[in-house]
């Protein structure tokens, strides 16, 4: 939730990229009541375990659908150019980020879906050549308008990618 420190949440529209266990939709949920959650999630099982086991709730501004992630932002592009205040990324399966995601033409749909403000936030692993790739197509395709964080005591990394008008923060 590093991007709060970034950006002011209301009733915004958010996209999720890999559901888990549902915390990130929870609290969304809980803590911007106005906001709006769409959430992509390739397998069934895991969105109803997030129902069943972790307490994601039932809720009319909550949308889970069951797709591939790249499929469905390569559908819904078009259509939702400049829709998200935030897109966050987070889907991974054993060997690092799922291989329909690792390419540059996804993360140009992933922008044109980000309103002008918006902010990307990519959880990568810091394990393999993907993690080099990855961040040099994102750092030209923002601009390097970008914070890396590493996650003390793990692989992870997240990223968070400004889209245009995002303001430029400095110490």
């Not at 994601?56 to 939702?80: C, F, K, M, T």
């Not at 914070?147 to 889209?163: A, C, S």
Request: overall charge negative; some cysteine; hydrophobic content about 45%.
């Amino acid at each position: 939730m590093s991007w709060l420190l970034f950006q002011e949440m209301g009733n915004d529209d958010v996209f999720l990229i890999g559901l888990g266990g549902g915390s990130l939709a929870k609290y969304l949920l809980k803590h911007f009541p106005d906001c709006r959650v769409e959430v992509v999630e390739y397998r069934k099982a895991v969105a109803d375990v997030a129902h069943d086991y972790f307490g994601l709730p039932h809720d009319n501004r909550l949308n889970v659908v069951i797709d591939d992630g790249a499929r469905y932002v390569r559908e819904w592009s078009g259509l939702q150019r400049e829709f998200y205040s935030l897109i966050m990324l987070d889907a991974f399966d054993s060997q690092g980020m799922a291989e329909a995601l690792c390419n540059l033409e996804f993360f140009i749909a992933c922008k044109s879906m980000l309103k002008k403000n918006g902010i990307l936030v990519v959880d990568l692993w810091n394990t393999n050549e993907q993690f080099t790739q990855l961040f040099s197509w994102l750092g030209r395709l923002f601009e390097a308008k970008l914070l890396f964080l590493p996650v003390q005591g793990m692989v992870n990394v997240i990223g968070l990618f400004f889209h245009e008008d995002t303001p430029i923060y400095s110490r």
